[in-house]
Every structure is written in structure tokens, then in C-alpha cells.
């Protein structure tokens, strides 16, 4: 396996770098990439991480996987690339100061037409689809979500339509559920198609790999960011070793990871409850609380600290993890929720 100046061979762990873009200062934007190859063929799984630059548990849970002698114990390959966003990392920042919005929106999609050359950002994002749609048999993008969020899978719904029919979006759907289950974290389903296009999850990393390469991809929230979460970060290397296991790459069954969702049905995320007043933010609940419809989530206060309002739940479901700081404009968002999902999770693809 070879990719940039990282090149394996069997029974070896190599590392390199893999040069994306050209900076403005002579040197080369370059991504750091690891490869361990086993010494029997097999199945190459993907390891993304950190495209976001301050979600840094992703970034050591990925460098930590691969130092657990994978060489000498795999059947296939795993190609790791833990840090997506230099330019992110060096500010300990979400986004790359290339143009200051989310990174992992610039993915192929066919369906998005544009009339303006691609940026910089939209250039590396497609050099790193081109190297794992050529290999990748699997892949897991690792990120980390809100303040004390709870670690969670996001399994992406499939869509059919222009890229693949219905029955070859359900083949999909089936082996991407085979590989989040034995990831063995509570698992959230992503947003409904409609929401799912217009957020532009089709162009992040997993969204992509699976909704336009067919690559059972998912992506796995490592609990909050800006420091590493080491509990977490122990239990996403689990899992990372339980999809090897899955893909018979390595001998034995998955392992629990011990974490378990906090409700028996199936859920997916929402960016919810919605202030109608400006103020002070007090939550009522924190990360892994359950709740019913019209339970009060939180209060808006003054900032004398006198009540406002109360902002209850249009849902039954628990919380993920609450938004950074407290002060709220109206319509602003409060918190990331799991909510109760009734929907299918292969579905067409609206066409606008």
C-alpha cells in the first residue's frame, strides 16, 4: 500500500506524509498518514481523524490504534490518516483558516454543481476522497461533539437515486450496520434526507464515502473538545479494534465497550430545543439526561438572573451534549439531542 511518501509492505507499519496543497510560504500542506499491513490479504479499513482541528481525542485515538502492533496481527491493511486539518490543529481551531467554514462540507457530491473553481479546502478534501475511494473497503471518521458531550456513532442514512438503486442502497445499509454495531457506542441516526442535503452531510467525510463512493462509513463522536477525554479515547480504540474483528481482520468477537444508549428506541440527532427569548442560558439537563415531550429543558433568564421564559422539548429522548456558553439570541439553538426517530434509514435522494 502506498500513499505519498508512506509505502508498506507486509508485516510492516510505515509512516509518511501524504502532500494535499501547496501553502502560500513554500512548504506543502501535508497530512500525516500511518499504514500497517498484515501479512495475510484482507480488507483495507480507513481511519480518518480531526478534520475539524480541536477535536483532539479523535486525533490520539487514531494515532493509538495504530500503535497496537496491528502489523503483526492483521489480515489486510489500515490506513490512517489522524489529523485531516493541519491548519486546524495548529490554532486549535474547528475550522482552517483557508476560508474559515466547516472543512468537512467539501467532499464529492455529483449532484452539487458549481460555477466557481473549487477553493482550496474543496481541492484537499477531494485528494483525500480520491486516495480512499480507490482502496477502502471500510472507514471510520473520528471527530468529538459539544461541551461534556456523551460518545455516540452517527450511522448515516443511505440514499438511492442518482448513485444506486434501492436494492443496492439496502445491501449498503445492511453491511454499514454490521460495521456501527460492533462499534459497540450508542448509535444516533443522522438527520432525515431532506435535512440531511441541505446541511451538506452528503459532502463530509463518512457522509460521502458511503452516499457517493458506497463505502459503509460512519462517524464517531468522541465525547467534547480541546482536551483529550482519556476514558474515551480508551473506549474508541475498542471500538476500532471491534470493527477489524467485524471485518475479520482480527481473530475473536467485538468487545464491550461498556457505554450503552440511555433509551431502548431507535433515535436521531436534533439541534434542539430553540429559544424564542434572548437571555441567560441555565439548562435544566446535562449530557446523558432522558426526557419527554413537554419536559422543561431549560430557563432563559436576565442577566440580574430573573426568569424569562422556560424552554420545554417538542420530543422524548435524551441529551448529547449542550451548546458552548449561555448567552442566547432569540431562535438560537440550546443543545445537540437524540430524539425519538420513526423514519426509515434507506431513503431517495430529493432532487431540487
Known sequence: MKLGTAESAPGELATGWFDVTDLPTGTPERLPVLIAEGDKDGPTLWITASIHGNEVTALATAQDVMQENLESKIRGTVVCLPNLNPAGLRQTSRTSYYHGDDPNRYFPDPDADGSRPPRVQELIDGRIYDAFEDSADALVDLHTAQVGSIPFVIRDRVLYGSERN??????????????????????????????????????????????????????????????????????????LLNVMRELDMLPGDPKPTGLSAPVDFPVKRAVHPHTDTAGIVRHRVEAGDTFEEGDVLADIVTPHGESKATVESDHDGYVVGRYHGVSAYENDPLASLAVRDDGDLVVPREQK
Open 166 to 239: 434501492e436494492a443496492e442502497a439496502n445491501e449498503l445499509a445492511d453491511e454499514l450496520e454490521r460495521v456501527v454495531d460492533a462499534y459497540d457506542f450508542p448509535v444516533i441516526n443522522e438527520y432525515a434526507a431532506e435535512e440531511y442535503v441541505e446541511q451538506n452531510l452528503q459532502r463530509s467525510t463518512a457522509g460521502s464515502a458511503l452516499n457517493n463512493a458506497g463505502i459503509p462509513a460512519f462517524t464517531v463522536e468522541l465525547g467534547g473538545f480541546e482536551v483529550v477525554e482519556e476514558d474515551t479515547r480508551a473506549k474508541g480504540v475498542v471500538g
